[in-house]
């Protein structure tokens, strides 16, 4: 049973920065991609960033040149490191993973397993 628990949100102000973790377990897939969601109050969830097994990531063009997104795979956490906020970053943000991509997708449904969300605020 895959678990994914998201820490790390929280307050901040325009231009500073908020790192995002996400913790999985129950992994027992060689390949995967697991990626960072955001919605916000009103809007459709959307994908932030992404990342497969091999470490390849895409970004949302939004977020591009601010967030970075990585993984440490020994201790099976994910991070988004998110720099130079800005108010419309302010959204729920989702940990996801799905063992049957191997290649990284911003759509939302080709995900499978969710996490609790951790909410970041701009202001």
């Known amino acids: 049973h895959v678990q994914l628990v998201e820490s790390g949100g929280g307050s901040a102000q325009a231009g500073g920065s908020l790192r995002l973790s996400c913790a999985a377990s129950?992994?027992?897939?060689?390949?995967?991609?697991m990626g960072w969601f955001r919605q916000a109050p009103g809007k459709e969830r959307e994908g932030v960033a992404v990342i497969d097994s091999d470490g390849l990531a895409k970004y949302a063009d939004s977020v591009k040149g601010r967030f970075t997104i990585s993984q440490d795979n020994g201790k099976n956490i994910l991070y988004l490191q998110m720099n130079s906020l800005k108010p419309e970053d302010t959204a729920m943000y989702y940990c996801?993973?799905?063992?049957?991509?191997?290649?990284?997708?911003?759509?939302?449904?080709?995900?499978?397993?969710w996490g609790q969300g951790t909410q970041v605020t701009v202001s």
């Open positions: 996801a993973a799905s063992p049957r991509l191997t290649i990284a997708t911003m759509t939302v449904n080709r995900y499978n397993y």
């Open positions: 129950g992994y027992t897939y060689s390949s995967y991609c």
